[in-house]
């Protein structure tokens, strides 16, 4: 069907984003870089712009950005490099990957963006929270009054299996919902904090009408997560999403300078259209005053750059160089 988006993405320019041109701020880069197999090589980026990193794997992408301009700002002193310049005129440096977000199953989408935190004040202002004598801290599921004392607030019991990997039940006291019976009877619009915490952010945000809550909600959904569950565990994220919920965080937490954030490969898991949102997102943080840089593949995200840089021409000790 030609209304379809697959028709669509299969015609010679398929969907195009939206690109706007942005102006080349002050300029920061490394001097000398030769990590790995850096070629002793000097790269220039621009603030307030989008760049792109580009290359076949191996050909020195990550150790420019990870193990040069990463390493530096955090030593505050040039690493694998001779010297790098124009850092000091970003408040932060946002380093955003694919790793997990915790090693914690207590951890969860809605405690590691600060939701859990005002969920707690909702519920913990409903009149029968009052009558009950519950306070704020008593709605947290890793409070000894909040958890249910089955499972210790995980919503799930471990199974160890032998000669095969443990696994994760959920718990029939609580029935995955991580609170005891007097948490779960304080209702909010008819739902218990555990029946929130098992919500999709879309869907948290279709229930709520809280000023705070659906900003931090709706900054979620903005990412591409409003499929995630809130009370998702942090170490069952696929990496994808753990980037974007660290994004999320990011531009949830107030600030008074700029920032330069530095991104491996956020296009991974995203749909086409997913993409589009993301690179929408990326203008924003311009558009704020923030500087994006990140390492890509993907032919879409490049395509939105301001400033694609081209590691290679190969792998390994062929590569090193700029393109």
């Known amino acids: 069907m030609k209304n379809s988006v697959t028709y669509k ?3 010679e320019n398929g969907i195009a984003p939206n ?16 990590a790995n197999n850096l070629k002793t090589i000097d790269v220039s980026f621009y603030a307030q712009q989008i760049t792109a990193i580009s290359g076949v794997s191996g050909s020195g992408k990550s150790s420019l950005i990870k193990e040069v301009l990463h390493s530096s700002w955090e030593k505050n002193i040039p690493v694998n490099c001779a010297s790098v310049y124009g850092l000091k005129q970003f408040e932060e440096l946002v380093f955003i990957n694919q790793e997990a977000l915790t090693q914690n199953r207590l951890s969860t989408a809605a405690s590691y963006t600060g939701i859990i935190e005002q969920l707690k004040t909702i519920f913990s202002k409903t009149t ?8 704020r801290a008593d709605f ?26 443990d696994i994760w039940l ?7 919902k991580r609170y005891n019976e007097n948490i779960l009877a304080c209702q909010y619009k008819g739902r218990s904090i555990g029946d929130v915490l098992k919500m999709t952010v879309e869907e948290a945000l279709e229930f709520f009408d809280e000023k705070a809550i659906v900003e931090s909600l709706a900054m979620l959904k903005k990412v591409g997560l409003g499929h995630l569950v809130l009370g998702k565990s942090g170490i069952t994220l696929s990496g994808g999403e753990a980037q974007r919920l660290k994004l999320a965080n990011s531009m949830l937490t107030k600030r008074k300078g700029t920032r330069l954030y530095l991104f491996d490969e956020p296009s991974t898991g995203l749909h086409y259209f997913d993409l589009l949102h993301l690179i929408a997102v990326f203008q924003e943080l311009i558009d704020s005053g923030d500087t994006v840089l990140f390492i890509e593949h993907n032919k879409t995200m490049i395509a939105a750059a301001d400033q694609v840089i081209t590691m290679g021409p190969g792998s390994g000790d062929n590569g090193g160089e700029v393109v």
């Open 170 to 176: 959920t718990c029939d006291h609580c029935k995955g």
């Open 19 to 34: 690109k706007k041109q942005n102006k080349k701020g002050d300029s920061f880069g490394i001097k000398g870089a030769f």
């Open 140 to 165: 947290s599921y890793q409070s000894k009054n909040g958890k249910c004392k089955t499972c210790g607030g995980y919503g799930k019991l471990k199974t160890s299996m032998d000669f095969m990997s």
């Open 9 to 11: 993405l299969f015609q």
């Open 128 to 135: 029968f929270a009052k009558n009950a004598g519950l306070k």
